[in-house]
């Protein structure tokens, strides 16, 4: 084991020797003393690359310390990326599942490391023009395809509840921010009460991955293509609106905004606008239906809410990202540009 790896153990909460011990019991033939480097960005679920001479994985864990019900579910991420293995939607393959605190303190799993390009700036800084556009493309097809999927055929058909999506969303994330709130955000009060009076009728079904954007993708070595797409820690069956909505958050927020691209030069740097990736979505999902202000309303909010849990994680010590307490601040930012996707943000002044 490397020195580096003595040195995380304690900033982690697991002893990697123990770790290294159980690998090499449970995945016969491999070589090598285990080399352990954290995965940085993330703010949910701790993640690292295990590697060994003739092997190299990423486990993904919960986090150290109490959490939300629901929260941080790797099982659940487990589940629908070994069932996706067999779809057309490319995932990192499954090793194993580790459900006891014997090994590191928590759940975790591990699955085979994919070779590709994450990009963590929405802007693609050192990027052609012409690349950048074949990107967000490629992500509008990648969710195209996500959305095309048979829940059922797929033997994911009790990963959900049918129908009433937001009716139970809302519930779920009302509850959520009055488990994690730690201050008033009166934005995300505000936008609750009003997805509550004008929820939409239409109950479509899809396995929806509830947190698809671009720094959840990765991209082939050289080439604007999917190769895995990543973090399935809040995917469900839902309704596939909410993961269109969710996606494009980014062409409303600004960079401050956790890295949004509003006022930036578009068609300089080759990025579609908004309308015109939607478009490209719609045509390849072959769907009528588009997204609307309540749509973008609930993405917000459920993302401000995400923030606040991120801000409440920091102020008990127990956030995994270094700039948790930094993040966490956008909550009430984030809440606001829900409020101005129905036309409320007024309101607030």
Same mark, same amino acid.
């Given at each position: 084991?490397?020195?580096?790896?003595?040195?995380?153990?304690?900033?982690?909460?697991?002893?990697?020797?123990?770790? &290294?011990?159980?690998?090499?019991?449970?995945?016969?033939?491999?070589?090598?003393?285990?080399?352990?480097?954290?995965?940085?960005?993330?703010?949910?679920?701790?993640?690292?690359?295990?590697?060994?001479?003739?092997?190299?994985?990423?486990? @993904?864990?919960?986090?150290?310390?109490?959490?939300?019900?629901?929260?941080?579910?790797?099982?659940?991420?487990?589940?629908?990326?070994?069932?996706?293995?067999?779809?057309?939607?490319? +995932?990192?393959?499954?090793?194993?599942?580790?459900?006891?605190?014997?090994?590191?303190?928590? %759940?975790?799993?591990?699955?085979?490391? +994919?070779?590709?390009?994450?990009?963590?700036?929405? %802007? *693609?800084?050192?990027?052609?023009?012409? &690349?950048?556009?074949?990107?967000?493309?490629?992500?509008? &097809?990648?969710?195209? +395809? !996500?959305?095309?999927?048979?829940?059922?055929?797929?033997?994911?058909?009790?990963?959900?509840?049918?129908?009433?999506?937001?009716? @139970?969303?809302?519930? @779920?994330?009302?509850?959520?921010?009055?488990?994690?709130?730690?201050?008033?955000?009166?934005?995300?009060?505000? !936008?609750?009460?009003?997805?509550?009076?004008?929820?939409? &009728?239409?109950?479509?079904?899809?396995?929806?991955?509830?947190?698809?954007?671009?720094?959840?993708?990765?991209?082939?070595?050289?080439?604007?293509? +999917?190769?895995?797409?990543?973090?399935?820690?809040?995917?469900?069956?839902?309704?596939?609106?909410? %993961?269109?909505?969710?996606?494009?958050?980014?062409?409303?927020?600004?960079?401050?905004?956790?890295?949004?691209?509003?006022?930036? %030069?578009?068609?300089? *740097?080759?990025?579609?606008?908004?309308?015109?990736?939607?478009?490209?979505?719609?045509?390849?999902?072959?769907?009528?239906?588009?997204?609307?202000?309540?749509?973008?309303?609930?993405?917000?909010?459920?993302?401000?809410?995400?923030?606040?849990?991120?801000?409440?994680?920091?102020?008990?010590?127990?956030?995994?990202?270094?700039?948790?307490?930094?993040?966490?601040?956008?909550?009430?930012?984030?809440?606001?540009?829900? *409020?101005?996707?129905?036309? *409320?943000?007024?309101?607030?002044?």
């Amino acid at each position: 084991m490397s020195t580096a790896a003595v040195a995380g153990a304690a900033a982690w909460g697991f002893e990697p020797s123990r770790l &290294e011990r159980f690998l090499h019991e449970r995945l016969p033939g491999l070589q090598g003393a285990m080399q352990i480097e954290p995965i940085g960005g993330g703010q949910s679920n701790p993640t690292f690359f295990v590697s060994f001479a003739n092997r190299r994985l990423v486990l @993904r864990k919960k986090p150290t310390g109490p959490v939300l019900p629901s929260a941080h579910a790797v099982d659940r991420e487990f589940r629908v990326m070994q069932a996706l293995g067999r779809s057309a939607l490319p +995932v990192p393959p499954m090793v194993l599942l580790h459900q006891e605190p014997d090994v590191l303190g928590t %759940d975790f799993y591990l699955m085979e490391r +994919v070779e590709g390009r994450v990009f963590n700036r929405n %802007d *693609l800084p050192g990027l052609a023009p012409a &690349e950048r556009r074949a990107i967000y493309l490629a992500m509008a &097809e990648t969710l195209a +395809v !996500l959305h095309g999927l048979d829940h059922e055929a797929l033997g994911l058909g009790q990963f959900g509840k049918p129908g009433d999506y937001f009716v @139970r969303q809302l519930g @779920r994330w009302s509850q959520q921010w009055a488990l994690s709130k730690t201050r008033e955000n009166p934005g995300i009060d505000q !936008l609750l009460v009003w997805l509550s009076a004008h929820l939409p &009728e239409d109950q479509e079904t899809r396995l929806t991955h509830g947190d698809f954007k671009l720094n959840n993708l990765m991209f082939h070595p050289t080439e604007p293509r +999917v190769v895995a797409v990543l973090d399935w820690e809040l995917s469900t069956l839902g309704h596939p609106l909410a %993961d269109v909505a969710f996606n494009t958050t980014c062409w409303r927020t600004l960079p401050e905004e956790y890295g949004g691209i509003a006022g930036l %030069d578009l068609q300089a *740097l080759g990025i579609p606008s908004e309308n015109e990736y939607l478009e490209h979505y719609y045509r390849c999902s072959g769907r009528s239906q588009r997204a609307q202000p309540f749509h973008w309303a609930f993405a917000f909010m459920r993302w401000a809410v995400i923030f606040e849990g991120i801000a409440a994680r920091a102020a008990a010590g127990n956030a995994v990202s270094s700039n948790a307490a930094e993040v966490g601040r956008l909550g009430p930012a984030l809440a606001r540009r829900g *409020l101005q996707a129905i036309g *409320l943000d007024a309101k607030l002044s």
